[in-house]
């Protein structure tokens, strides 16, 4: 047992009362941060939370702002349309039932379908003067505004969640996942204006690339909102389609493309999908490259179908994708890949050259948001 | 949302940091008696706490935020269909690839001008930070 004279030989100027003191205030710091060191960090983490979840709230009030003052502007209302507006943010739809995953695609589709009737159904209630291009394009803006309302709500749910249990894991979770999840809030805040005055976003790439082989040739309009059009291109017949623009639009090219199969009893040679793909870090943007299979994002439902009925005739489907940032996918299309469509270009005529023979007939599906792309 | 810090945590940040003080005199006055062993170790504690205070009072200031909504510039370029002449302009609302528009080409003074392309230009520091490993 030490007495208290060797304790005292133990700390240094034990001569000094003060320094006494110092020494035992010190080791008390040190055991209240041993004990209540993750506390600590638990509320530094918080102050981090609480400060994106205020950024993230200003990008939402800012998005709403902006599309009320588009609807205003351009769909020109008898009335307030902030009501409407408010009331378009908190929409939701429920997914179908999975547990028998049996036609589940059919039933999807069917909910999808029905939300875009009704989505469009408000806008032109909001916005009884627009025409059907900024009807489109007004619904893609409400559409980027309420994905930022949901991802602020989503976030508060968790801030407040972990600030209620003190649970530092559901911090330390929302603080881990923060900076994706704020790279994606800015990105769809740089789409909404980009919406707003009809720009065109870098997810078009696709539909760029089908938009100039199609561009001096006549069009007919197939399954919704997709236009098609025959093109000549090295002796071959190419079938080439893409969401009708320029409105905000990505159509349903899944349906489009099963239709021209059907209607040439599968006697297509080759289908090329191009669409924009998310590229990895250190890769450039506008960087192409070529693959196999349904290069067509969303839902799932279009390149189900697509699958389905070339399976039907064994057609084989290439893809060539144009890599490209999260945030790049949503902004104003960038120079990087609007340069890389000619490349695009070059890769589908040495594909036809390589794959098929003079006298085939093949498909080309430009996929992608088209808005700010004509035809 | 209000900013209230809480005032425990104000209470840790007011305390190490007059310990530290306290400290760092201790170890100056040590210093000056030639006392060198006690006055490197009151330094280093003190200079270590006011680190920590300094930090954790960092944590409750509430940097400005960058919204990051600023609008890019985008480029359109008109381009005649005859004569291949371009024209590079600001975007205006209403402006979309492949839109034939009623401008006259300076050039061969036909209505033959159409909307060649619309995109923006990246700066190149913000570029470099893309292929930073390459």
Redesign the interface.
């Known amino acids: 047992m030490l007495t208290t004279q060797q304790i005292a030989q133990l700390l240094?100027?034990q001569d000094?009362v003060?320094?006494w003191v110092?020494q035992i205030?010190?080791l008390g710091?040190f055991v209240?941060f041993m004990f209540y060191g993750q506390r600590?960090q638990m509320?530094?983490m918080i102050?981090?939370v609480?400060?994106s979840?205020?950024?993230l709230?200003?990008?939402r009030d800012?998005g709403r702002k902006m599309a009320v003052s588009a609807i205003n502007e351009i769909g020109k209302p008898q009335f307030d349309p902030t009501a409407l507006v408010d009331r378009f943010l908190e929409y939701f739809a429920i997914t179908p039932v999975d547990l028998d995953p049996s036609g589940i695609i059919w039933r999807l589709e069917h909910l999808l379908d029905v939300r875009d009737i009704r989505f469009k159904d408000d806008v032109k209630l909001m916005a009884p003067q627009a025409d059907e291009t900024q009807i489109n394009n007004l619904e893609n803006t409400l559409e980027a505004a309420l994905a930022l309302n949901i991802i602020y709500k989503i976030i508060r749910h968790f801030y407040l969640l972990g600030k209620k249990t003190l649970s530092l894991y559901i911090i330390m979770q929302v603080q881990m996942v923060l900076p994706l999840i704020m790279k994606e809030a800015?990105a769809f805040?740089?789409a909404?204006?980009a919406f707003q005055?009809?720009?065109?976003i870098g997810d078009g790439a696709g539909a760029?690339v089908a938009?100039k082989l199609m561009?001096d040739y006549e069009k007919t309009k197939v399954e919704k909102d997709v236009v098609v059009a025959k093109v000549p291109i090295e002796g071959r017949t190419a079938y080439v389609l893409k969401a009708e623009?320029?409105g905000g639009n990505v159509g349903k090219p899944g349906e489009a493309i099963k239709q021209i199969l059907e209607q040439n009893e599968g006697k297509i040679s080759l289908a090329i999908v191009i669409d924009a793909a998310g590229k990895l870090e250190?890769?450039?943007?506008g960087e192409v490259a070529e693959g196999i299979g349904v290069a067509i994002g969303g839902p799932e439902v279009d390149k189900y179908k697509v699958e389905e009925t070339a399976l039907k005739y064994k057609v084989p489907i290439n893809a060539i994708v144009i890599k490209e940032?999260v945030g790049d996918a949503v902004?104003?299309?960038?120079?990087?890949?609007?340069d890389a469509v000619d490349g695009v270009i070059d890769r589908i005529k040495r594909l036809i050259k390589e794959r098929t023979k003079e006298g085939d007939s093949i498909i080309i599906a430009g996929i992608g948001n088209t808005i700010?792309?004509?035809? | 949302?209000a900013r209230r810090i809480?005032p425990f945590?104000l209470a840790?940040i007011m305390?190490?940091l007059v310990?530290s003080l306290?400290?760092i005199y201790?170890g100056i006055d040590?210093y000056s008696k030639n006392?060198s062993?006690?006055g490197s170790?009151?330094l280093t504690?003190g200079v270590t706490?006011l680190i920590i205070s300094a930090y954790?009072w960092l944590?409750?200031r509430?940097?400005m935020?960058k919204?990051?909504?600023e609008?890019?510039p985008?480029n359109t370029t008109l381009e005649c269909q005859k004569c291949g002449f371009k024209n590079v302009r600001d975007?205006q609302?209403?402006?979309?690839?492949?839109?034939r528009t009623e401008d006259q080409c300076p050039k061969c003074n036909e209505k033959t001008m159409a909307i060649g392309?619309?995109?923006?230009?990246?700066k190149e520091k913000e570029r470099a930070k893309?292929?930073?490993?390459?």
Request: hydrophobic letters at 40%; glycine letters at 10%; aromatic letters at 12%.
């Open positions: 240094p100027g000094n003060f320094s110092l205030v010190f710091i209240v600590i509320y530094i102050r981090e609480e400060g979840l205020f950024k709230k200003m990008l800012e800015e805040s740089s909404l204006k005055l009809g720009q065109p760029l938009a561009r623009g320029p250190g890769e450039k943007t940032d902004s104003p299309m960038r120079k990087e890949i609007f700010g792309i004509g035809q | 949302m809480s945590f840790i305390i190490t310990l306290a400290s201790e040590a006392d062993t006690s170790l009151f504690m706490t954790l944590q409750t509430r940097r935020l919204l990051g909504m609008m890019q985008l975007f609302r209403g402006d979309y690839v492949f839109k392309s619309i995109f923006r230009e990246v893309e292929t930073g490993y390459s």
